[in-house]
Nanobody, 118 residues
Framework: QVQLVESGGGSVQAGGSLRLSCAAS????????MGWFRQAPGKEREFVAA????????VYADSVKGRFTISRDNAKNTVYLQMNSLKPEDTAVYYCAADPRGGGWEFWGQGTQVTVSS
């Protein structure tokens, strides 16, 4: 079992930045691919970004490409999402997730709210 705890959410004006963190329990963090997802009010949860076990490979949703950066520190069991040039449409609850076996996102955090005002 993996426990994920997000932090770093908050309220910011359009054009601003936030950095989300997701701390994972356990000793096998480096074996998991990690991802960030978000869910806006009235919408389905959507993929934002993902990073490979070593951190050498990343992928982003088109809507955030060039503005968001996912990274990880395996020594700290933490994955980050640096969000720059934020837009009101980025407002959502952001979740981190872990894929331990390459078969899907099995573990989820509780989410952190990000609100971007115009």
């Amino acid at each position: 079992q993996v426990q994920l705890v997000e932090s770093g959410g908050g309220s910011v004006q359009a054009g601003g930045s936030l950095r989300l963190s997701c701390a994972a329990s356990g000793r096998t963090f480096s074996r998991y691919a990690m991802g960030w997802f978000r869910q806006a009010p009235g919408k389905e949860r959507e993929f934002v970004a993902a990073i490979s076990r070593s951190g050498g490979s990343t992928v982003y949703a088109d809507s955030v490409k060039g503005r968001f950066t996912i990274s990880r520190d395996n020594a700290k069991n933490t994955v980050y999402l640096q969000m720059n040039s934020l837009k009101p449409e980025d407002t959502a609850v952001y979740y981190c997730a872990a894929d331990p076996r390459g078969g899907g996102w099995e573990f989820w955090g509780q989410g952190t709210q990000v609100t971007v005002s115009s």
